[in-house]
């Protein structure tokens, strides 16, 4: 079984996850890190999947940046168990090509090492977060198509 992680760790991690600054962010990764941000691709483009700690820290320093401007990260829930930990966070920032207000949950599952994220899986809520980003509610309508409306 893997050393467990220390709360004080993923409380440490999570406040420079949360200052966004990449520089206090680096010593928390691993190098050979895996990072999965589950979510619209094609409107998000930080979602999917990085490997190695240079692929995660240019999401950091460059690929988040260019689509939106963090303005707030607060972990409202989180459970330290073993060498995991997994949280419910609100995430805040103003979108670059548009300069909307965006606003929406997310979780992470983390996997530690030596006091080091092995592994971040992170699912967003992306329905709301893609309707913010589009600055329109997506219709589910029958009449609008949607493969939904046989549930």
Request: aromatic share 10%.
């Amino acid at each position: 079984m893997a050393a467990p992680v220390r709360r004080s760790v993923v409380e440490a991690y999570y406040q420079a996850f949360a200052s966004r600054d990449p520089a206090a962010i680096a010593p928390f990764i691993d190098d050979d890190a895996r990072w999965v941000i589950a979510g619209p691709i094609d409107l998000l483009r930080f979602c999917g999947e990085r490997r190695g700690k240079a692929a995660i820290m240019d999401l950091f320093e460059t690929v988040i940046p260019e689509v939106l401007q963090v303005t707030g990260f607060v972990p409202e829930i989180m459970l330290v168990d073993g060498d995991r930990a997994a949280t419910f966070s609100r995430l805040t920032a103003r979108q670059h090509a548009t300069g909307r207000s965006i606003s929406y949950c997310c979780t992470h599952f983390l996997r530690f090492r030596a006091d080091k994220v092995v592994e971040c899986r992170s699912i967003i809520d992306s329905f709301d977060a893609a309707e913010q980003v589009l600055g329109h509610a997506i219709d589910l309508s029958a009449e609008a198509g949607s493969s939904l409306s046989a549930f």
